[in-house]
């Protein structure tokens, strides 16, 4: 009995660029692309994902198994496909780190910091509970679907061999940094209206009574008041993040 396997390096290079993609994609994505996810398990979803999607999208690859110089173009192709998409995910979390340092220092937790779980790196406490409460209600109300569909669906965006154009991804990048910050800012709105009112409240009381240490008595006072506000208005705020989470995923590659 004679088996044929000469199709084996032409789909071994395809499983290649397709991991290429979904790979490079998971690594900056947020939730599963976070450094406290070990390489091992991250490697694991990027490899069940390229084996999901192989099976839909290996006609789309053209190969040619003699030639070595344009599969490895068609592969950094995939690798700033993937990078495009799992930096506009990225950006789209940042509007709850914009968030949670307007409101820190709105409540005088600013210079209140801790390392962020996420990235590893010093943020403010309040953002850094706002951003694991966000990736949390991320894979709690099942957006991880959406993405692994916009994964699939950027096929026919960025169809295999063309690069994205620099143009078009810088415009993408910017319109979704703009958008984070923009959401970031008016989910801090309350935060911003306490602030000013309390401030003004403040220089009242301390041109009525000069003798009252108006610092001591206003810092508890204005930590206290806004940890009530933040509860009040949390359900609010998450609620229109995830709006705008789906929106940019539905309209990073909408389904032709």
């Known amino acids: 009995m004679h088996f044929d396997l000469s199709f084996l390096p032409a789909l071994g290079a395809a499983f290649m660029l397709v991991f290429a993609r979904t790979g490079t994609m998971l690594m900056l994505l ?23 999607l192989l099976p839909m999208h290996r006609s789309a690859y053209h190969i040619d198994t003699g030639a070595l110089g344009p599969d490895l173009v068609m592969l ?5 496909v993937g990078a495009v998409l799992g930096v506009t995910a990225r ?12 409101i820190a220092a709105q409540l005088g937790l600013g210079f209140v910091t801790a390392v962020d ?10 953002g850094n509970f706002l951003t694991l409460l966000g990736i949390t209600l991320f894979f709690a109300t099942n957006m991880h679907h959406l ?16 690069v994205p154009l620099s143009g078009d991804a810088a415009a993408l990048i910017t319109k979704t940094v703009s958008g984070a910050f923009r959401i970031g800012i008016q989910l801090a709105a ?21 003798q009252m240490q108006v610092f001591f008595v206003a810092l ?18 998450m609620g229109l993040f995830l709006d705008y989470a789906g929106g940019v995923l539905h309209a990073l590659v909408p389904t032709g």
Do not use: C
């Not at 599963?32 to 069940?48: K, W």
């Not at 950094?76 to 700033?80: A, G, N, V």
């Not at 508890?220 to 705020?237: D, E, K, N, R, Y």
């Open 30 to 52: 947020p939730g599963l692309g976070e450094q406290n996810i070990s390489a091992r398990m991250r490697l694991t979803f990027a490899l069940i994902l390229t084996g999901l």
């Open 76 to 80: 950094i192709e995939e690798i700033l």
């Open 91 to 102: 950006l789209t979390i940042s509007a709850l780190e914009v968030a949670g340092s307007v």
């Open 117 to 126: 779980p996420t990235q590893g790196e010093q943020g403010a406490i309040i």
């Open 147 to 162: 993405v692994i569909a916009a994964l699939s669906d950027s096929y026919n965006v960025f169809k295999p061999g063309e």
């Open 190 to 210: 309350p935060f911003l209206a306490f602030g000013l009112l309390f401030n003004v409240g403040l220089g009242v009381l301390s041109r009525l009574m000069p």
């Open 220 to 237: 508890p006072l204005s930590i206290l008041l806004g940890f009530l506000l933040l509860i009040l208005v949390l359900g609010a705020m």
